[in-house]
DNA sequence: CCAATACAGTACTATTATAGTACCATTTTT
DNA sequence: AAAAATGGTACTATAATAGTACTGTATTGG
């Protein structure tokens, strides 16, 4: 199964609460409480997402978190790309090692995989935190391959 | 990063040296050394992708493995589905542990989380493995999430 | 009919990635 | 100055994955 890190649901779960009310500061203890998980990983997750750029922070007694932006303008992309790195099947999809696919014809196969990556990319892009935090707001998503070269 | 396991980039590799000479049986071993995987590793996936439907195998001195189907009638969905079972971002989205997501309100998440896995499965059914034999065969999938309410 | 070959199934081990925790530093407010 | 809260890093434990081995079954060919 093609899947995300626990810790990546619960980050979608953390911007998905700070969604509901995106102007205040939140503590990373209330937030954990809120959530449903402990102190500890609350506070890894809301790291990551600050230095992702997602949430600003405030430090010292009143200190807290928020959005850096408006739910509207925050994607799944973002948020997984801010927990696990840019969005990608394999390896040779996102480029990280070059030299590792070293599979003599196989490698046509690449290409195929990035564009595949891109697609996946595309539909978690076009789903905003804003959406995530009604319960049932429809997504549509038309995924239209075609086998007709565009050269 | 979202991603698939290494044995299930194994298995396309493997369905798409099939698909190269669809009608011949090829032996395990034969596989393994066209791919460059371990014997082992390959027997594992042919057994499992033979389990799932997608090739034919046949026993006895002469045997091997064939696919199934015509590569354009085998998609991504197909083989990622064998190896890694259903396709779904969350454990949430698969119902496969129904009483796991007691989060009070934060649940309104999840019809969106099948949404969205509705729409990676989408994508990924809609590359089949004849595309992936020709080298830079384009893809064009268009992901367009649309706010408006169907009701 | 026997032996060799190749797939079928299962179970086990090792490795790797993930999840989770703890600690210390820095900033801000009272 | 002290308390509260984030920032960064490093470490440990757990779980998932990858890889291997073994036994069973079917088919071909001498």
């Known amino acids: 199964m093609i899947r995300i ?11 998905t609460y700070l969604a509901r009310d995106p102007e205040r500061l939140h503590a990373a203890q209330e937030i954990a409480q ?5 102190l500890p990983t609350a506070n890894k997750l809301l790291k990551m997402l600050a230095r992702g750029g997602l949430l600003d922070s405030q430090r010292g007694t009143k200190g807290g978190y928020a959005l850096s932006r408006q739910p509207e303008a925050i994607t799944m992309v973002d948020i997984i790309g801010a927990l696990e790195g840019p969005v990608g099947l394999t390896d ?30 595309d539909a978690l892009a076009g789903v905003t935190l804003a959406e995530m935090t009604v319960p049932s707001q429809p997504i549509r998503i038309f995924a239209r391959p075609s086998a007709q070269p565009v050269t």
């Open 5 to 15: 890190g626990k810790l990546t649901d619960y980050g979608i779960l953390i911007m």
């Open 34 to 38: 809120a959530v449903g998980i402990a």
């Open 92 to 121: 040779c999809g996102t480029a990280k090692q070059p030299g590792n696919c070293q599979r003599e014809r196989s490698c046509s196969v690449k290409a195929n995989w990035q564009r595949i990556s891109q697609a996946v990319n």
